[in-house]
């Protein structure tokens, strides 16, 4: 395929991001493990052949057509590599495809550590987290060491698959990725709280009983993020694509007062210049926030684009559909449980709602992780009638 079509399908995504009704909507996924199930397959099936494992993944797309991947695709843990590392938080799901977090396993920083974080975070994450998070490295050199060999063995195969995945997505098939680099992708510093250190429950917990010491924390974590952060906001000046990112994740779970005081303020101080300057950012939206959206009216207009979750797109687009691009258009439990036909009408619905006048791109609400998330025949119909509907 050539260049004249790549192009055409990122100028479709700046079109639509910046309020011109595109010639065409661009048509997105987010997927991660449900490819292998496509064929027919699970992924234990073809883990240990990277080639016939890529292979195995990428046959959706000669029936699929997709302007864009929302965010990664490929395989996004290498499960065997952490095994052998005794790292036992993601495993293979009882489908034998998709990946699952098991925080209950996880190995994670007692209340009294806190101190220790905020006194030397990068010792603290790359020594004792470290540790806790890959037991073996506890163990005798020798132990350790043959323990990391077989590892290597086992994220050969990781790397080589989401190799040649890549390879085919981006080069040979010309489908567009939103994101930009690294610099341009922000995470709150109760994320890393939330993820990494205390894990879900603990962290909210921690909100309530050590306010003060989560708010040190934080304060630790976003000065090393900022230190980290070497882009300047003129490198982004005129350029709305690729775009930035951010999340909602321990988001979710806040009260709008913790959302302004723990995501939204950080975000805009840090990444409001930029915005400035012309840089967008992608919003992987998790769970509902119709409850704070109106905060990114004190953005430039047109700097977000917007993943829809759980909240229902027709009130997003009454709240903020104005200000900020949609990336919606489809609910993955319509393509689980409903007909053909109800999920053409409610894609069609979307279209005929979002897309006069731009500001809309096409994507599901949540991603396709596990074997049986969706109908095939269902995803199928839905993305064959938005890929021509979306034409002028």
């Not at 993601?90 to 007692?110: C, L, N, R, W």
């Not at 690294?182 to 909210?204: E, K, P, Q, V």
């Not at 040190?216 to 930035?244: H, T």
């Not at 975000?267 to 939206?285: H, N, S, T, V, W």
Request: negative net charge.
């Amino acid at each position: 395929m050539s260049n004249d079509l790549y192009d055409t399908k990122v100028q479709n995504l700046v079109d639509a991001i910046n309020f011109r009704e595109p010639n065409k909507v661009p048509v997105g996924m987010e997927f991660i493990m449900w490819p292998f199930a496509y064929e027919g397959r699970t992924y234990k099936d073809v883990m240990d052949d990277p080639n016939f494992a890529a292979e195995t993944y990428l046959k959706f797309l000669d029936d699929i057509s997709l302007d864009y991947v929302a965010l990664m695709a490929g395989v996004p843990h290498p499960v065997k590599t952490y095994q052998k590392l005794g790292y036992n938080d993601y495993v293979i799901a009882k489908d034998d495809t998709g990946i699952e977090h098991v925080q209950a396993a996880a190995q994670f920083m007692h209340a009294d550590e806190y101190p220790e974080l905020i006194n030397d975070l990068e010792a603290f994450r790359y020594q004792t987290m470290f540790k806790k998070k890959y037991p073996v490295f506890d163990q005798p050199k020798d132990v350790a060491y043959a323990a990391l060999k077989e590892a290597a063995v086992e994220y050969k195969k990781f790397y080589l698959t989401n190799s040649l995945i890549n390879e085919s997505i981006y080069e040979t098939r010309k489908i567009v990725s939103l994101l930009g680099p690294s610099s341009l992708r922000y995470s709150s510093a109760f994320n890393s709280i939330f993820d990494h250190y205390r894990g879900i429950t603990n962290a909210l917990v921690d909100l309530r009983r050590r306010p003060e010491t989560v708010r040190e924390a934080c304060r630790v974590i976003r000065e090393q993020a900022i230190r980290n952060l070497k882009a300047k906001p003129e490198d982004y000046r005129g350029k709305s694509f690729p775009l930035g990112m951010t999340v909602y994740h321990s988001e979710c779970f806040l009260s709008p007062d913790q959302f302004d005081e723990f995501f939204f303020k950080d975000f805009k101080d840090i990444y409001g210049p930029y915005m400035e300057a012309g840089a967008k950012f992608f919003l992987k939206g998790e769970g509902r926030f119709l409850n704070t959206i109106d905060r990114y009216r004190q953005l430039p207009q047109g700097a977000m684009v917007m993943m829809l979750d759980e909240d229902d797109p027709f009130e997003a687009y009454k709240a903020i559909g104005d200000w900020a691009t949609l990336a919606t258009g489809i609910k993955s439990d319509l393509l689980k449980y409903g007909t053909k036909q109800q999920c053409i009408d409610y894609v069609k619905k979307c279209f005929d709602t979002f897309a006069p006048g731009g500001g809309f791109i096409f994507l599901q609400n949540k991603p396709f992780l596990y074997a049986k998330d969706v109908k095939i025949e269902n995803v199928v119909a839905a993305y064959e009638f938005a890929n021509e509907y979306g034409k002028k």
